[in-house]
C-alpha cells in the first residue's frame, strides 16, 4: 500500500471508534471524510475515487442489526466494499453481506492497527478482483480489453474476418473461454425477472435519481412493458457483467436499459413490442430511432445525466441502422441494450418463453441481422440464448401421441441415465466445441437419429443442433470420446 491514496467514507453513528482513527489512517494512506447519517454516504462517495465504507456499529447486537438495516435500505451504496467495526461485528456483516459484495468486520474493542490491516486486506482484495476485470496499464496502450475478450477493443473487423457468425462465435468462444461461463440464460426463461429480482442482484440502477427516473417511466407501462424493461436489464446487466465492464459503465447501461424507452412508454407503447428485425419495417425503425432519440435528449437535459445520454441516443442509431457499434465504451453498452431489447421482443412476445420464437432470432443473427452490434456483444447474446434455448427439453412442442407415449419416454430416461465407457463422456449441449467426435449416435426424443456417432461436429453443425434442440427435445446429452488434452465435465 506503500505510495498508493486510498478514499474513505466513515460513517460513525454510535461515536465507538478509536480515538485519533483519521490521522493514523491518514497515515496510511487513506484520505477520509465523515458523515453521521446513512443517507450522506452516496453523495460524499460521489466526489471521490473508488471509496471504501468504513462502518461504526456500535456495541450492542440492537445497534448492528440497526446499522446494516440502514445501510442496505440506503441506494446507490451497496456496490462500495466496506469494513464494519463494533462489539457485534460479525452479525453485522452476515446481514450487509445479503446486499454488498464485499464485506470484512472487525470485533470490537480494537486499536487503530487492527482497523488498518481490516483496511489492507480489503484493498488488496478488491485490487486482485481489479485486476482480472480491468486492463493492465499496457493493455490500455495498446487498446485492448480485459478477460474473457482479451481483444474486444480493434475488434469491428471479427465480421469480415470469418466467413459466417457461427465461425466467429465458436472462435471466440473458445479464445475467450466464455464456454466455461455461465450467463443466466437459464433464469431468463422461468419468468421470475422483475424489479426486485433485478434488484435482488445488484442489477437494477444505484444512483437515487436514476431510481426515480426509471419508476416514472415504469408508471407509463403495461405489465408487459414493465417486465420486458426489466427483462431487458437483465440480459443487460448478464452481458456486462461477463465483458467485465467498469461499476460507472455498468450503472450507465443499468439506467439506459429503461430511460431509452421513456419516450416510447409516454406517446407510442406499441413499439416497445414491435419486431422491427422483421422484413420491411425501415419506417417502424427510423420512427423508433427518433423517438429514442428523444429518449436521450431528455435523459441529458431533464434527468441531468449526458453519458446516459449518449448511450440511448447510440442505441436509437443502432436501431435506426444509422450507424454501426465500434469499438469504445458507448458502442458496447449501446449493443448490449439493443440486443438485450430485440431477444426479450422475439422470445417473450406472448409473456413467457417461447422456443420457435427464439429458433427464429438464432435464424436472424446467422443471416447477419444483428451485425450492427458489436460481435464481442454478439457472442455473449449468443450463449445466453443457447443456455435458454437448451435449458430443458420442451417437450409440449412435441405431437401429443409422442409426447404422451410412456414408451418413448422410458427410453428417454434410460438412455439419460446410462452409464458411459471409460473412453467417453457426456457433454450437455451448451458446451460442444467444434472437433469433438460423437461416440454414440445423438437421438430425438421420438427416437429418430439426428446425428450419427464417429461424426466429428464443427461450428455448423452444433449451431444447427442447438436451432433444432431447442424446437424438438432431445432425448439425452451427447456422448462423445474423451480426449486426454480436453477439459471436459462428465
Not at 34 to 61: F, M, Q, R
Not at 340 to 353: E, H, L, N, P, Y
Not at 443 to 452: N, Q
Amino acid at each position: 500500500m506503500a505510495g498508493q491514496h486510498h478514499d474513505l467514507v466513515i460513517f460513525q453513528k454510535y461515536s465507538r471508534l478509536p480515538a485519533q482513527l483519521s490521522e493514523f489512517l491518514h497515515a496510511k494512506g487513506f484520505s477520509s471524510q465523515n458523515v453521521s447519517k446513512a443517507t450522506e454516504i452516496y453523495h460524499v462517495s460521489e466526489t471521490l475515487k473508488d471509496p471504501i465504507l468504513l462502518i461504526d456499529a456500535g456495541n450492542n447486537k440492537h445497534s448492528s442489526q440497526k446499522v446494516a438495516e440502514e445501510l442496505c435500505n440506503t441506494p446507490g451504496i451497496q456496490r462500495m466494499p466496506l469494513v464494519v467495526v463494533g462489539n457485534f461485528a460479525s452479525l453485522g456483516e452476515r446481514l450487509l453481506a445479503e446486499k454488498f459484495n464485499q464485506v470484512v468486520s472487525v470485533d470490537a474493542p480494537c486499536n487503530n492497527i487492527r482497523i488498518a490491516e481490516a483496511l489492507a486486506y480489503l484493498v488488496e482484495t478488491v485490487e486482485t478482483q481489479r485486476v482480472h476485470h480491468e486492463p493492465s496499464a499496457a493493455e490500455r496502450a495498446d487498446g485492448s480489453r480485459s478477460s474473457p475478450f482479451s481483444h474486444a477493443l480493434n475488434s469491428r473487423d471479427l465480421y469480415t474476418k470469418f466467413s459466417t457468425i457461427p465461425d466467429m462465435f465458436f472462435s471466440e468462444l473458445q479464445d475467450s473461454g466464455l464456454q466455461h461461463v455461465k450467463m443466466g440464460g437459464d433464469q431468463y426463461l422461468t419468468g421470475i425477472v422483475n424489479e426486485a429480482y433485478l434488484k435482488s442482484r445488484n442489477q437494477f440502477p444505484q444512483n437515487p435519481d436514476a431510481q426515480r427516473n426509471v419508476q416514472a417511466v415504469l408508471s407509463n407501462c403495461d405489465n408487459w412493458s414493465r417486465l420486458h424493461l426489466c427483462r431487458v436489464a437483465y440480459i443487460t446487466a448478464q452481458i456486462l457483467e461477463t465483458l467485465s465492464v467498469k461499476p460507472q459503465l455498468f450503472e450507465h447501461g443499468m439506467t439506459a436499459a429503461f430511460l431509452f424507452a421513456e419516450h416510447l412508454a409516454r406517446h407510442k407503447p406499441s413499439l416497445l413490442r414491435t419486431n422491427y428485425l422483421r422484413a420491411g419495417r425501415a419506417i417502424t425503425r427510423k420512427d423508433m430511432c427518433s423517438r429514442i432519440k428523444d429518449s436521450a435528449m431528455k435523459c441529458a437535459a431533464d434527468f441531468k445525466s449526458p453519458e446516459v445520454g449518449q448511450v440511448i441516443a447510440m442505441i436509437g442509431r443502432l436501431i435506426g441502422e444509422e450507424d454501426i457499434a465500434m469499438d469504445d465504451e458507448v458502442s458496447i453498452i449501446a449493443s448490449s441494450v439493443m440486443a438485450a431489447d430485440i431477444t426479450d421482443r422475439f422470445c417473450f412476445k406472448s409473456g413467457a418463453w417461447d422456443p420457435r420464437a427464439a429458433n427464429a432470432l438464432m435464424k436472424k443473427i446467422k443471416g447477419g441481422a444483428l451485425n450492427e452490434i458489436h460481435p464481442h456483444v454478439l457472442c455473449c447474446l449468443l450463449k445466453f440464448l443457447s443456455e435458454a434455448a437448451l435449458a430443458k427439453p420442451w417437450t409440449f412442442l412435441l405431437p401429443k401421441d409422442i409426447r404422451e407415449n410412456a414408451a418413448l419416454a422410458e427410453q428417454a430416461r434410460r438412455t439419460r441415465d446410462a452409464v458411459v465407457a471409460r473412453d467417453e463422456v457426456k457433454i450437455p449441449l451448451t458446451e460442444l466445441t467444434p472437433g469433438m467426435r460423437l461416440s454414440q449416435p445423438l437421438l430425438a426424443y421420438d427416437g429418430r437419429k439426428i446425428l450419427s456417432e464417429a461424426l466429428i461436429l464443427d461450428q455448423d453443425l452444433i449451431w444447427r443442433l442447438w436451432q433444432l434442440a431447442a424446437v424438438r427435445p432431445l432425448n439425452a446429452p451427447a456422448v462423445v470420446a474423451n480426449q486426454d488434452d480436453e477439459d471436459f465435465d462428465a
